[in-house]
């Protein structure tokens, strides 16, 4: 969505920063191996967790995208060890977080009426 704004009206100068340390940090990730990846995993999940909760999702990207970054910290604490067996064993840890975060997103974002225009109701 951001992508087909930046295309129709050009790139935000306002935003050049959040572009550029978002690039400089997956950058130092890659550079970093698995415990890079691992931070950006749980960087971006905190991120999209606070950003979904806070002022709702009605968009499908933002249930989507944060899938990928727990699907990143699965494969990176299964590269380190970082696991044992049991509900903390690699992956229950990120579907339990994906799965709460969701649900909590789903409501706030039906408690803020942010649904009307895919229903075709203003919003």
């Not at 790139?11 to 550029?20: I, L």
């Not at 970093?32 to 950003?51: S, T």
């Not at 249930?63 to 604490?77: D, E, G, N, S």
């Amino acid at each position: 969505m951001e992508a087909e704004y930046w295309v129709a009206h050009g790139f935000p100068a306002d935003e050049v920063s959040f572009f550029a340390s978002s690039v400089l940090i997956t950058l130092a990730a890659f550079w970093l191996g698995a415990r890079g990846g691992m931070a950006l995993g749980i960087a971006g999940l905190a991120f999209f967790a606070y950003v979904n909760i806070r002022f709702g999702a009605p968009y499908l990207l933002d249930y989507i995208l944060p899938v990928f970054y727990a699907v990143l910290v699965v494969r990176c604490r299964r590269e380190q060890r970082w696991f044992s067996p049991g509900l903390w064993a690699a992956g229950w840890l990120e579907v339990v977080w994906i799965l709460l975060a969701h649900a909590i997103t789903l409501w706030r974002t039906t408690a803020l009426h942010k649904w009307d225009w895919v229903l075709g109701r203003p919003w």
